[in-house]
């Protein structure tokens, strides 16, 4: 099983910044991916950033220049550096990890419970 703690999350004026972390932990065999996603009000959930394991990263064109997602130290911790908050930024933030399994290799997608980010104007 492979476990997924977000922190980070708070309410914070437009224009202000935020680090949201997670920490990954159980048995695997590597990091394929790391992710955030968001879900503002309502019941989509959009990626907002991913880290591949060869370094490459993604961003949402709504975010791109004010967010940053990395990995830190040797720990299984993904981080999104978010600057110039804006009040759309607001929601649930999700992390995910692709993992490979350590048995079998096969790639499996876990979820983190969320952390809120509320941006007021």
């Known amino acids: 099983q492979v476990h997924l703690v977000e922190s980070g999350g708070g309410l914070v004026q437009a224009g202000g910044s935020l680090k949201l972390s997670c920490v990954v932990s159980?048995?695997?065999?590597?990091?394929?991916?790391m992710g955030w996603y968001r879900r503002a009000p309502g019941p989509q959930r959009e990626l907002v950033a991913d880290?591949?394991?060869?370094?490459?990263?993604k961003y949402a064109d709504s975010v791109k220049g004010r967010f940053t997602i990395s990995r830190s130290g040797p720990d299984n911790t993904v981080d999104l550096q978010i600057n110039d908050l804006k009040t759309e930024d607001t929601g649930v933030y999700y992390c995910?990890?692709?993992?490979?399994?350590?048995?079998?290799?096969?790639?499996?997608?876990?979820w983190g419970q969320g952390t809120q980010v509320t941006v007021s104007s």
């Open positions: 880290l591949k394991r060869d370094g490459t990263t």
């Open positions: 159980g048995r695997f065999s590597r990091i394929n991916a």
């Open positions: 995910a990890v692709d993992v490979a399994d350590y048995k079998t290799g096969l790639a499996h997608d876990y």
